[in-house]
């Protein structure tokens, strides 16, 4: 299983609060805790924790956050050689509700310096993968170029759209997978998601772009997936929940590793179900794997 994933790496500033703070309002928090983060850093991290090889192409800022991210990276089974480092490492302010509800507030800082002359001279690490990672935290232009690169060699595209933006007909043409929550779905397509029938009518928008197969994350309530040949719904695990940062992009690692092992969409997308419900359960967006993976991660059936 050969994975590169292109992409973000933060450190992340968590506040456990009562609820999300509202404008004007100022809330006491009940307990404050630093954990890495990064969209591109956590799905790379959760597929090189279920077992695959994994390249991390992007950046670190020249500071101690920096050095303790790309070491962390390291010591969960990702390959660093393609990170540079640059400017200030990025940072997320969280805010964790009582209810396990979460609120982000992004810093960039050297993720916004990650620059097409990285791809090209990454170029091979990206060509000889499986699947290639992608999310929007970096310059579009970046993930534009790792995206061509990609689809020349045909190594399969899972793009993560968050933060939710437009995208253009050109890069969504290139898309195997496209992974986004609901808010995504509704900024891509400029459609209503609220039922089933919407979701089908805003994934097959995105389709009739160019897009290979649409997966809807809904949190609790599951996924949605639709292609050419199918459309379905896999239900999430019901658990105990404490944090949701990081549930999507385990959600998008895990995803990544299923693919590169051959399994159907539909068992990738309840696999990669399985990983999210785990991560939900631990604080933090990068919380550690038990080894050996426990079978309610591992199984690729619903039954």
């Not at 690169?149 to 933006?165: K, Y």
């Not at 690692?253 to 969409?265: D, N, P, R, T, Y």
């Given at each position: 299983m050969n994975i590169t994933v292109v992409g973000s790496t933060n450190m992340d500033l968590v506040y456990?609060?009562?609820?999300?703070?509202?404008?004007?309002?100022t809330l006491h928090s009940t307990q404050h805790e630093l954990f890495f983060g990064g969209k591109g850093a956590n799905q790379a991290v959760?597929?090189?924790q279920l077992g695959a090889k994994v390249n991390f192409i992007g950046n670190v800022g020249a500071d101690d956050f920096g050095e303790k991210v790309k070491r962390n990276l390291q010591e969960k089974r990702v390959n660093t050689t393609a990170i540079r480092t640059v400017g200030l490492t990025g940072?997320?302010?969280?805010?964790?509700?009582?209810s396990g509800e979460n609120s982000i507030v992004l810093f960039p800082g050297a993720n916004f310096l990650v620059s097409t002359d990285q791809?090209?001279?990454s170029k091979e690490i990206i060509e000889s993968s499986q699947v290639l990672l992608l999310?929007?935290?970096?310059?579009?232009?970046?993930?534009?170029?790792?995206a061509n690169?990609?689809?020349?060699?045909?190594?399969?595209?899972?793009?993560?759209?968050?933060?939710?933006?437009k995208l253009s007909d050109s890069l969504l043409s290139k898309v195997s997978i496209l992974t986004p929550n609901e808010t995504e779905l509704e900024v891509l397509t400029g459609l209503k998601t609220e039922t089933d029938e919407d979701l089908l009518q805003a994934c097959s928008f995105l389709l009739q772009k160019g897009v290979g197969t649409v997966v809807v994350t809904?949190?609790?309530?599951?996924?949605?997936?639709?292609?050419?040949?199918?459309?379905?719904?896999?239900?999430?695990?019901?658990?105990?929940?404490?944090?949701?940062?990081?549930a999507g992009d385990a959600f998008?690692?895990?995803?990544?590793?299923?693919?590169?092992?051959?399994?159907?969409?539909?068992?990738s997308i309840i696999y990669a179900s399985n990983v999210a419900s785990y991560v939900v359960t631990q604080m933090g967006a990068q919380p550690i794997f038990p080894f050996p993976v426990p079978q309610t991660i591992m199984r690729y059936s619903d039954n």
């Open positions: 456990r609060v009562p609820h999300i703070v509202k404008a004007g309002e959760t597929a090189g940072q997320a302010i969280i805010q964790v509700a009582d791809i090209e001279a999310q929007l935290e970096i310059p579009i232009h970046t993930v534009d170029l790792a690169i990609a689809q020349s060699q045909g190594v399969h595209i899972i793009l993560n759209p968050a933060p939710a933006q809904l949190g609790g309530k599951g996924a949605f997936y639709m292609n050419e040949h199918e459309y379905g719904r896999v239900q999430a695990n019901k658990v105990e929940v404490k944090d949701t940062t990081g998008n690692g895990a995803l990544a590793v299923a693919i590169c092992q051959g399994k159907s969409l539909k068992e």
